[in-house]
C-alpha cells in the first residue's frame, strides 16, 4: 500500500483558522436572529405588533440589540429551564469572547500548526454548540408559529418584503 503524505501549507492552514473564526462569528449571528425571531413573534401573539410596519420597526429595534440583551428579554418573557439558560449564558460568553478578544488572547498560538489546530477545534466547538442552541431556539418558535398558523413560508415572505425595503 503506497502513503500519499500531502505536504503542509502554512499559508492555507492559517486560511483555514480565519474560515472557521468567520463561520464561527456566522453561527453566532445566526443565534441572534433566531433570538430576535422569538421575541418578535412572541410581542405579534401578545398583540403588541399588529401591523407589518409595527413589525418592521420592531425587528429593526430588536436587531440593533447586543446578544446578551436578547437573552434577557427571551428569559422574561419565555419559560426557560435552568440547564437552557446556563446554556445562553455559556454561549453568550463565547461569542462575546470570540468577537472582542480571540486573537488578542490566542494570537501567539496562530504562529504554529499545533497552535492553529487547537484554536481551529476550539471555534469548530463553538460553532457546534452555536448550532445546537440555535436548532433548538428554532424548533420552540416553529412549534409556537404553528399552533397560530403562522407558516415558515409567511416569515420567509415577510423577511424578503423588509430586506427588499433595505435596499432602496
Known amino acids: 500500500m503506497k502513503v500519499i503524505l500531502?505536504?503542509?501549507?502554512?499559508?492555507?492552514h492559517s486560511k483555514?483558522?480565519?474560515?472557521?473564526?468567520?463561520?464561527?462569528v456566522f453561527?453566532?449571528?445566526?443565534l441572534e436572529h433566531q433570538l430576535v425571531?422569538?421575541?418578535?413573534?412572541?410581542?405579534y401573539l401578545q398583540k403588541e405588533v399588529i401591523t407589518s410596519n409595527d413589525i418592521e420597526q420592531l425587528y429593526s429595534r430588536k436587531l440593533s440589540n447586543t446578544?446578551?440583551?436578547l437573552i434577557n428579554e427571551i428569559k422574561q418573557i419565555f419559560w426557560l429551564e435552568d440547564d437552557e439558560v446556563k446554556q445562553h449564558k455559556t454561549i453568550l460568553e463565547k461569542r462575546n469572547f470570540i468577537v472582542h478578544d480571540y486573537f488578542k488572547d490566542r494570537i501567539a498560538l496562530a504562529y504554529?500548526?499545533?497552535?492553529?489546530?487547537s484554536m481551529i477545534i476550539e471555534l469548530k466547538d463553538?460553532?457546534?454548540?452555536?448550532?445546537?442552541t440555535d436548532n433548538?431556539?428554532?424548533?420552540?418558535?416553529?412549534?409556537?408559529?404553528?399552533?397560530?398558523g403562522v407558516t415558515k413560508e409567511m416569515l420567509i415572505a415577510q423577511l424578503d418584503k423588509m430586506m427588499a425595503k433595505d435596499k432602496y
Open 16 to 24: 483555514e483558522l480565519y474560515a472557521y473564526f468567520g463561520l464561527a
Open 27 to 30: 453561527h453566532a449571528q445566526v
Open 37 to 43: 425571531n422569538m421575541i418578535v413573534l412572541m410581542k
Open 126 to 132: 463553538f460553532i457546534e454548540q452555536a448550532k445546537i
Open 112 to 117: 504554529s500548526k499545533d497552535g492553529r489546530d
Open 67 to 69: 446578544m446578551g440583551k
Open 6 to 12: 500531502e505536504e503542509y501549507n502554512e499559508d492555507e
Open 136 to 148: 433548538k431556539l428554532e424548533r420552540f418558535t416553529d412549534d409556537m408559529s404553528s399552533k397560530v
